[in-house]
Nanobody
């Protein structure tokens, strides 16, 4: 069973940028990959999706400041977040698009605070 590894989060000030990474060794290149985020006590929110051929779609909360990308040769997907806001504070996860087919990873925590 596949379990991705997310990384790249941190504690940053408003207006900063981060690039999150999602690695699923040997298999990521085969899948549509989606990014999600979750705040404690709330459900997991879909953020963005990228197909294996690079077609991108974004949730309403991600339009304009989020950029999803991938490097199939490295079996890695990325989520670039610019102009971070306090409301972006969450744990960010990756999984397959549609019905998640992988195990959920540990996620990567993004905290935006001055």
């Amino acid at each position: 069973q596949v379990q991705p590894v997310e990384s790249g989060g941190g504690l940053v000030q408003p207006g900063s940028s981060l690039r999150l990474s999602c690695v699923a060794s040997d298999v990521l290149h085969l899948y549509t990959v989606a990014w999600y985020r979750q705040v404690p006590g709330l459900g997991r929110e879909w953020v963005a999706t990228i197909t294996s051929s690079g077609i991108k779609t974004y949730g309403d909360s991600a339009e304009g400041r989020f950029t999803v990308s991938r490097d199939n040769a490295k079996n890695t997907a990325y989520l670039q977040i610019d102009n971070l806001r306090p409301e972006d504070t969450a744990t960010y996860y990756c999984n397959t698009g549609g019905r998640p087919a992988w195990n959920w990873g540990q996620g990567t925590q993004v905290t935006v605070s001055s």
